[in-house]
DNA sequence: TTGTAGGCGTTATCAT
DNA sequence: ATGATAACGCCTACAA
């Protein structure tokens, strides 16, 4: 049982007083070296961990960190975000931190940037924010840095030194999962095709890294499969029904189709009514998905977390400023795989 | 943007002084109704929300919270749980909250007894553990509410309302997803088995529950299956093969295969080479497992996340001491599927 | 270079 | 019934 001791006590061991230890922890100088040394030993030798309540306390700082995220109804994926949010606000608003969110339209940098400059207008201590558009966030970053804002990431990383954080998923990972999926799911049939869905704003890149592991894992198996890039940008139903009718009739073979978006309902809404079921793999817990799971259409689904990302992106930057906790450079939260039967848990 | 108001503020406003104030919130009585009627409106209007760090500071407490878990040298589905012990016990240390932990053989009821007397001798604050004995349990939570100490408990829950919470994961909803796996790897095949092993220690009830979440699943279908029980007991290899032979020869048609506990590994090992393998889906991320899930030989795990159900265990009662926390009744974890390709993250 | 004297917001005690 | 005051541990400013 460890005794706590307070730099009171501290003063006390070393013969000096209270000013003198805080110095030396605080490497302030102006302490002469036989002091130093004296209490440095006595610090390490009881291993002193400060009181981190009252030196809050003592702060008594109220710090502003925004939040900077597309807008949920513009794409219902984002709306978990604002749950995770509010958690993390109600938990750390006792702690003196303040949380704001803002909304941009995820398919206009317009927007992005607007509301981007909005947030540094009002002079947060951190921003929290979601670089969907590469080069506008790379700007956005530049000027945090040099304002000396803390930023986190969550779901898209940005190639920047700027930002202390990103919580995200192994893009390339969880597209293997999805292969090792439809593999198990179909352990006969060679023909597999990926589909890129109506993805209006950029993140092609997370759509290339996603098939990537796709790949990646059926190059790995002694069996070669052959597997089809489809890309369908519509948004239009017919057009969609239109274009899947058009592949699946020059690849009569293919038996199972990874999504790499979040809509996957659209394509099963698309599929013919032929009894030779496609086995359908997607992405993301939306309402529309998750019926697509109950009614068989959609077997698989792989969930992003996209409420612990937000989560956790504002709790690292939380307990950064109200404990003076280190900031974890890189979370990778786990690919869950999610079927009819367990997704209720994962909706909180 | 809010203001923060301190005692002081309200005092002020209310025309009194800050102990006034403080024996209405705390509802200490010795206040006048009128002064009691203005102190209360203030508050409600402004929404006073007390500073959790001054509350701390001035309290000025160190609780102690004891941990009582089975011994992961003796099971090592348990190992997990003192890395999640560890996380929350650096976390709350500095709130001052010391945590220790305790473990007994999960075989025994003596040891259980033996190492709840020692806690129970240690007059903790707070206590966390796995009530795997349910008489044992018993007595013990109803000695706890005596001395006021407060519970939670994790894994197992134990129907008694001594205990403030429980953490844990739906076992009949994790039989019926079990069930959904199986049904997707074998499509048309509707001879099944679940297989209870290798369960020295009580945790029969636990066995039961997936058992009848796994055959409601397949009592929901159109299609009727036939669902085989069978128990296996031994602990030795060769025995435990004959067993599995004998029910294989029995029932030649099974061809998919649900062990209700963490020893899938076991029955992976005991099943002969043919090349009509069966399909496998098991409980635990415990390494012979994991090698099972690389070699192909288990389909599926689910993952009950021991870590933070520990992790939970702690921190709730950690923040209820600390902070005054509200200690949740209930958490149910979702029910993690685990493949060979997913299975790297969720070991953190 | 060093020591001392407040004060952060809350709570407990003591005097009025 | 109420108000003043000290204390929790840390930090800062100022005095020595």
Redesign the interface.
């Given at each position: 049982?460890?005794k706590?001791y307070t730099i009171a006590d501290i003063a006390t061991m070393a013969g000096v007083s209270k000013g003198t230890v805080d110095r030396v922890i605080h490497k302030r100088g102006k302490v002469s070296k036989k002091a130093h040394e004296k209490i440095t030993k006595i610090l390490k030798e009881i291993d002193y961990?400060?009181?981190?309540?009252?030196r809050?306390?003592k702060k008594n700082k109220?710090y502003r960190l925004l939040v900077l995220i597309p807008d949920p109804e513009k794409d219902p994926y984002w709306a978990p975000c604002l749950e995770g949010i509010n958690t993390a606000s109600q938990e750390f608003?006792?702690?003196?931190v303040?949380i704001e969110t803002f909304l941009f339209d995820p398919s206009s940098t317009r927007s992005f940037n607007a509301r981007s400059k909005e947030v540094l207008k009002n002079k947060p201590d951190g921003v929290v924010f979601v670089p969907l558009f590469y080069k506008e966030s790379l700007t956005f970053t530049e000027y945090c840095k040099k304002n000396s804002i803390t930023l986190a990431t969550f779901n898209s990383s940005i190639n920047s030194n700027n930002a202390r954080s990103f919580i995200g998923q192994?893009l390339h990972?969880s597209g293997?999962?999805a292969?090792?999926?439809l593999h198990?799911?179909l352990p006969g049939k060679k023909h597999l095709a990926v589909v890129h869905m109506d993805e209006i704003y950029q993140n092609a890149i997370h759509m290339q890294e996603k098939e990537k592991g796709f790949r990646d894992?059926f190059d790995g198996l002694e069996q070669k499969h052959q597997i089809i890039t489809h890309k369908i940008p519509e948004k239009d139903i017919r057009k969609i029904r239109k274009s899947v009718r058009g592949f699946l009739e020059t690849y009569p073979e293919v038996s199972g189709v990874f999504v790499t978006t979040s809509k996957a309902y659209l394509l099963a809404e698309a599929l013919p009514e032929t009894d030779t079921r496609i086995r359908l793999v997607g992405y993301d817990l939306i309402e529309k998905n998750l019926e697509c799971l109950d009614s068989g259409h959609i077997?698989f689904l792989i969930h992003q977390n996209p409420r612990q990302q937000a989560y956790l992106g504002v709790s690292y930057l939380s307990e950064y400023f109200a404990?003076d906790k280190k900031i974890p450079d890189n979370k990778?939260?786990?690919?869950?795989?999610?079927?009819?039967?367990?997704y209720t848990?994962?909706l909180e």
């Open positions: 049982m460890k706590k961990q400060p009181n981190l309540v009252a809050n306390l109220t608003q006792a702690f003196g303040m192994d990972k293997r999962v292969g090792g999926l198990m799911l894992y077997d404990f990778l939260l786990p690919i869950d795989i999610i079927t009819a039967e367990n848990h994962y």
